[in-house]
């Protein structure tokens, strides 16, 4: 059993970092289970700021019903549970919740990551074994025949995620 999640900031300074929502979808016995997801908005403490919202397309009119960081972190936990994580440069997105998560609960979270764009180097490896492999999300995409959903949203990361792992997983 495996989770794809993603999650989106107000900006892209590192130790800065809010999340403005939060997506995670159910992967289990080779099928994604998009009845069985999660999304979720966060209320940031500084407004979206312009760029965020040409990037993410959430203004603050779409965060009214937004629930508290505390909260939606919860609510994520309790989803994932102890089962691995896959994602797209998941390292940034696990730092950014390590954080919410130490400070509201005092751990972080001990969960196995699985790095779609690691699977993918991999899977290209074996016939580029000395060149570039372009690890672009949109690449990878395209280069495993999946379509591109809605970008820049938790949810729709989130699917993407989860279809590029299925596609490796499975590919002879």
């Known amino acids: 059993i495996v ?6 900031l ?7 970092d809010e999340i403005l929502s939060i997506g995670a979808i159910l992967i289990k016995d080779n099928k994604i289970l998009v009845g069985n997801s999660l999304y979720i908005k966060i209320k940031p403490k500084k407004s979206v700021t312009e760029s965020s919202i040409v990037i993410h397309k959430i203004r603050e009119c779409d965060l009214n019903e937004a629930i508290e960081p505390r909260d939606g972190i919860e609510r994520l936990l309790y989803f994932i549970k102890n089962r691995p994580l896959v994602g797209y440069y998941l390292d940034f997105d696990i730092k950014i919740l390590n954080r919410y998560i130490n400070n509201f609960f005092g751990f972080k979270l001990p969960n196995k990551k699985i790095e779609v ?11 580029i074994p000395q060149g570039y492999i372009d690890l672009k999300f949109d690449t990878i995409l395209k280069e495993l025949n999946l379509p591109k959903l809605k970008t820049h949203n938790a949810f ?3 699917l993407m995620s989860a279809m590029i792992f299925l596609k490796l997983k499975n590919i002879n």
């Open 10 to 16: 107000v900006s892209v300074r590192g130790d800065k």
């Open 156 to 158: 729709y990361d989130a």
């Open 3 to 8: 989770e794809a999640t993603k999650k989106f």
């Open 117 to 127: 764009s690691g699977l993918y180097y991999d899977y290209k490896q074996k016939f």
